[in-house]
C-alpha cells in the first residue's frame, strides 16, 4: 500500500510504519477534485495533520 515510508507523525516527527495505524485528518476534496494515485502522496499532499495512534491518543485526551 505505502510505496515511500516517509509519512511522518505532525507530533512525534516519527516516521509512520507499515502496519502501524495512523490518525489523518483530512478534508474531503470535491468530487471533480477527488485525488487520484498512491496513498502517501495523497496523504503528505491532503492532510491537515497526520498523527500516530500515540500521539492521538495523548492529544485527544
Ligand atoms: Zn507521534
Avoid at 507523525?9 to 502496519?19: F, G, V
Amino acid at each position: 500500500m505505502f510505496k515511500r515510508k516517509n509519512l511522518e507523525c505532525d507530533n512525534c516527527k516519527r516516521e509512520i510504519q507499515p502496519n502501524e495505524e495512523l490518525v489523518v485528518h483530512l478534508t474531503l476534496p470535491e468530487t471533480k477534485k477527488m485525488p487520484v494515485g498512491v496513498l502517501d502522496k495523497i496523504l503528505k499532499k491532503h492532510a491537515n495533520e497526520i498523527y500516530c495512534k500515540r500521539c492521538f491518543k495523548i492529544i485527544s485526551s
